[in-house]
């Protein structure tokens, strides 16, 4: 898959966030099958639309989840993490009694966030090196 860059602007600046989360039920229980895990998967998007971010992937096995969502450059990652677990936990324990008598709670208090951007690390890190390098042009300050 690849991903075009789509630069989005606020009074502040521009951005293009994008972030690589992944979370498990509790226990790792193998408890996001068939109509609950279609169900997640319309309320992840739901929520998503509702904040102004974007899905551009998103899987839902057995036992977790992983989203890439583009979000907002105030939304921290453990933010967007806790909105789509909250949100998520309270609709589907609500929907699927079984949930609730399963476990105490749907999901593992952890999750996992990566950022993910349009280019590698590894371009970052060379463009910044090489600063001094690259022929500057008249009235350039970047």
Known sequence: MTVTRKVRRFS???????????????????????RVA????ELIRQKADERGWE????EVMPDHVHLFV???PKSSASYVANQFKGFTSRVLR???????????????????????????????????NTQWERPRKKGDSS
């Open 94 to 128: 609500e929907e699927f009694p079984h949930l609730k008598s399963r476990m105490p709670t749907l999901w593992s208090s952890s999750y996992f966030a990566a950022s993910v951007g349009a280019v590698s690390a590894a371009t970052v890190e060379k463009y910044i």
């Open 12 to 34: 502040g600046g521009v951005y293009d966030l994008g972030l690589h989360v992944v979370w498990c039920p509790k226990y790792r229980r193998p408890v996001l099958g068939g």
């Open 70 to 72: 583009k979000h907002d």
């Open 38 to 41: 279609e169900r997640l998967d």
């Open 55 to 58: 899905v551009i992937a998103l």
